[in-house]
């Protein structure tokens, strides 16, 4: 019975996944991603505190749309990257997952679980930041780098073949000056607060490989059949 089980479990997840062959990523605000590959459903950095140290804000609309039985996953628990009180409340009305930088451990099991699914976690550093965690993503194939609020580099800058990287600014910078090369296909740019969103567009609108996330509910699709 366990095994017939199983078999429909295999067709159903095969038959589904199949019909989207491709990751969809919608950038939230600040950090905040919803990533998706039509089976499972991820939250990274949300829900966080609506316009906390002068970010993004985002309406009560947004959380009534996040999909029952997600993951939520943290980088870090800074108000502009988390929020206890909202979350407790999602957890109570959409069930689900959650994982912040202090149970790793149970993330990866939690991984183990998911088809063609991986994910490593980081000690990154960042300012007022008791623990930090940066995260690489291996899922389909297809590996997507969340760097969270590090100043740092060096971590990125050891990984390979990254197909996306999701990663502030400063990150970018501190790159430069260190000389250190990060082997990524493309980068999405976010945490960009309002006031700088237009020297954003100037310095990479035109970017064929950077895309600065200054539009709410912008997405990325990481189609699966491309190299």
């Avoid at 996944?17 to 990274?44: A, M, P, R, W």
């Avoid at 804000?57 to 039985?69: G, P, R, W």
């Avoid at 100037?202 to 950077?210: A, F, H, L, Q, R």
């Avoid at 895309?211 to 709410?216: A, I, W």
Wanted: net charge positive; aromatic share 14%; hydrophobic share 35%.
């Amino acid at each position: 019975m366990r095994k017939i089980l199983l078999l429909i479990f295999l067709l159903i997840f095969n038959f589904g996944f199949t019909q989207s062959n491709e990751i969809k990523i919608t950038f939230i605000g600040n950090c905040g991603l919803h990533l998706t590959d039509g089976n499972t459903s991820i939250y990274v950095d949300f829900p966080y505190k609506s316009g906390a140290y002068g970010y993004m804000t985002y309406e009560d609309s947004v959380l009534d749309e996040i999909i029952e039985s997600s993951t939520f996953i943290f980088t870090h628990q800074h108000n502009d990257h988390y929020s206890g009180k909202i979350l407790r409340k999602v957890l109570r009305q959409k069930k689900g997952n959650k994982f912040t930088q202090w149970n790793t451990r149970s993330l990866k099991k939690w991984a183990n679980e998911i088809p063609d699914f991986k994910i490593e976690s980081f000690k990154t550093k960042h300012s007022f930041s008791i623990r930090h965690r940066s995260y690489l993503i291996t899922w389909h194939g297809k590996k997507i780098f969340l760097s969270g609020d590090t100043e740092h580099s060096e971590t990125i800058g050891e990984i390979n073949g990254i197909d996306l990287a999701f990663v502030p600014y400063w990150l970018l910078t501190d790159a430069k000056e260190k000389e250190i090369d990060i082997d990524a296909k493309r980068f999405a740019i976010y945490h960009i607060a309002p006031v700088q969103i237009p020297s954003a567009k100037k310095n990479w609108g035109d970017s064929e490989t950077i895309y600065p996330l200054v539009e709410q509910g912008d997405k990325i699709i990481l189609k699966l059949n491309e190299k």
